[in-house]
C-alpha cells in the first residue's frame, strides 16, 4: 500500500470512529428527560391541590402544559435512540430485555420526520394554549404565534413532500 493510500486509510478511521463524540452528546438527552421528568412533576404538585377549584378552560389548559411536556420527552427519546442507532452504534440489548418495538426501524429520514411532527404538535399545543387563553393575549403576538405554528406546519409538509420525492 501506497503512502497515500495509507495516509487516506487512517484518515477514513479516524472520521469513522469520531462518530463516538456523539455517544456522550445522546447521554446528555437522557439527563435533559431527567429535567423533564423533574418539570413534569413540579408542574403536577401544584396542579393537584387546586384542581376542584379550576374552571374548565384552566383544567385544559393545565393539562396541555403536562401533555407539551411529555411529547417533548417523547422528541428526546426518539432523537436519543434514533440518532445513536444511525450515527454511532447498533443497541445491544439483551433477548430477554423489552426492546421498543420501533428500535431499529427509523432511518434518518424518518427521524426527521418523527421530529417535525412534533415539533408541530407541541406548537399546535402552544396555540391551543393561547386560543384557550385568548382574552389574555395580544393581537399581534397571536398574529406571530400563527405565522409560527404554520411555518412549522409547511416546512414539515414540504420536508415530507421532499422525502417521498426522492425515496422514489
Same mark, same amino acid.
Given at each position: 500500500?501506497?503512502?497515500?493510500?495509507?495516509?487516506?486509510?487512517?484518515?477514513?478511521?479516524?472520521?469513522?470512529?469520531?462518530?463516538?463524540?456523539?455517544?456522550?452528546?445522546?447521554?446528555?438527552?437522557?439527563?435533559?428527560?431527567?429535567?423533564?421528568?423533574?418539570?413534569?412533576?413540579?408542574?403536577?404538585?401544584?396542579?393537584?391541590?387546586?384542581?376542584?377549584?379550576?374552571?374548565?378552560?384552566?383544567?385544559?389548559?393545565?393539562?396541555? /402544559?403536562? !401533555?407539551? #411536556?411529555?411529547?417533548?420527552?417523547?422528541? +428526546?427519546?426518539?432523537?436519543?435512540?434514533?440518532?445513536?442507532?444511525? $450515527? @454511532?452504534?447498533?443497541?445491544?440489548?439483551?433477548?430477554?430485555?423489552?426492546?421498543?418495538?420501533?428500535?431499529?426501524?427509523?432511518?434518518?429520514?424518518?427521524?426527521?420526520?418523527?421530529?417535525?411532527?412534533?415539533?408541530?404538535?407541541? /406548537?399546535? !399545543?402552544? #396555540?391551543?394554549?393561547?386560543?384557550?387563553? +385568548?382574552?389574555?393575549?395580544?393581537?399581534?403576538?397571536?398574529?406571530? $404565534? @400563527?405565522?409560527?405554528?404554520?411555518?412549522?406546519?409547511?416546512?414539515?409538509?414540504?420536508?415530507?413532500?421532499?422525502?417521498?420525492?426522492?425515496?422514489?
Amino acid at each position: 500500500m501506497s503512502l497515500p493510500q495509507k495516509a487516506s486509510h487512517v484518515m477514513e478511521r479516524v472520521m469513522y470512529a469520531s462518530r463516538w463524540l456523539l455517544a456522550p452528546i445522546y447521554m446528555g438527552l437522557s439527563l435533559t428527560l431527567v429535567a423533564l421528568f423533574i418539570k413534569f412533576f413540579q408542574e403536577l404538585y401544584h396542579f393537584i391541590p387546586f384542581i376542584l377549584e379550576l374552571d374548565e378552560s384552566q383544567l385544559v389548559l393545565k393539562l396541555l /402544559s403536562l !401533555i407539551d #411536556l411529555t411529547l417533548v420527552g417523547n422528541l +428526546i427519546v426518539i432523537v436519543m435512540f434514533s440518532g445513536y442507532e444511525n $450515527f @454511532v452504534s447498533r443497541l445491544n440489548i439483551n433477548e430477554e430485555t423489552e426492546k421498543l418495538e420501533w428500535l431499529g426501524t427509523h432511518d434518518y429520514g424518518s427521524l426527521k420526520m418523527k421530529v417535525a411532527a412534533s415539533i408541530v404538535a407541541i /406548537s399546535s !399545543i402552544h #396555540l391551543l394554549k393561547i386560543f384557550m387563553n +385568548i382574552e389574555t393575549a395580544q393581537n399581534d403576538k397571536i398574529m406571530w $404565534f @400563527v405565522l409560527v405554528h404554520l411555518t412549522f406546519v409547511i416546512s414539515a409538509l414540504l420536508m415530507g413532500y421532499l422525502d417521498k420525492v426522492t425515496k422514489h
